[in-house]
């Protein structure tokens, strides 16, 4: 099976950076997504990693550590629209060979000015 | 231009009552998928099809959740007999392979079904 965790809230200051750490476990790692999730929207994509190492778009990035099932998204720059829930999901090609996202619990990350 | 859309976003049902939901997947998508997200918590895989074909199911939680794709556009999820736990926001996201490495899925707003 699958096991996401990550922090269930977390409060940073406008301006700021803030860092949301993804642990996993896996039988059949193929990929990890980041998601933006607003209350009572669509998750929107952010960013994917399958090789480890570090990818950066624009104000947000995303590090993969495959070796230690460990993953982080860094907001830079914190903007009071980035309040909002940050979705960890691994991708398991698992038994059937397709694509499922496996999803973490969220983290809800609140802005203050 | 469109993005995935979904209808209706908000049903209300009585337990006991049938409810169809239903889902446009991006013009062109190949693959299509249903999630199931309770409040607070990630979104729960429930099943996945290929065009027209449902690969995998695994995630559905009972068979009175049955879900189709016949023509490999649109699909439905159907719920017979809706009980209390049911309620949750349903989402569909489709890709347009679904067998790239980096293939994303691209979600729709979702519908929120509450069962009295």
């Known amino acids: 099976g699958q096991n996401i965790d990550q922090p269930t809230e977390m409060t940073a200051t406008e301006g700021a950076i803030v860092q949301i750490n993804c642990t996993y476990q896996?039988?059949?790692?193929?990929?990890l997504f980041w998601y933006q999730q607003h209350a009572g929207e669509a998750p929107t994509f952010l960013s994917y990693n399958v090789l480890d190492g570090l990818e950066e778009k624009g104000r947000f990035s995303s590090f993969l550590s495959r070796s230690k099932g460990y993953s982080y998204l860094l907001l830079k720059e914190l903007q009071m629209k980035d309040s909002a829930s940050y979705l960890c999901?691994?991708?398991?090609?698992?038994?059937?060979?397709?694509?499922?996202?496996?999803f973490g619990t969220g983290t809800r990350l609140t802005v203050i000015p | 231009g469109a993005g995935v859309s979904q209808s209706p976003r908000y049903k209300v049902a009585k337990r006991g009552q049938d409810v169809a939901l239903r889902c446009d997947p991006i013009?062109?998508?190949?693959?299509l998928f249903w999630y199931q997200q309770a409040l607070g918590q990630g979104p729960e895989f429930l099943t996945y099809?290929?065009?027209?074909?449902?690969?995998?199911k695994s995630g559905l939680p009972s068979d009175r959740f049955f879900a189709e794709r016949p023509e490999g556009s649109v699909s439905t999820l159907k719920i017979q007999r809706t009980q209390q736990e049911d309620s949750a926001v349903y989402l569909c996201?489709?890709?347009?392979?679904?067998?790239?490495?980096?293939?994303?899925?691209?979600f729709g707003p979702g519908t929120r079904l509450t069962v009295l």
């Open positions: 013009s062109g998508h190949v693959s």
């Open positions: 996201a489709s890709s347009s392979s679904g067998t790239s490495d980096s293939d994303t899925q691209y």
């Open positions: 999901a691994v991708r398991d090609l698992g038994q059937t060979g397709a694509n499922n996202l496996f």
């Open positions: 896996t039988s059949g790692f193929n990929g």
């Open positions: 099809f290929q065009n027209e074909a449902q690969l995998d």
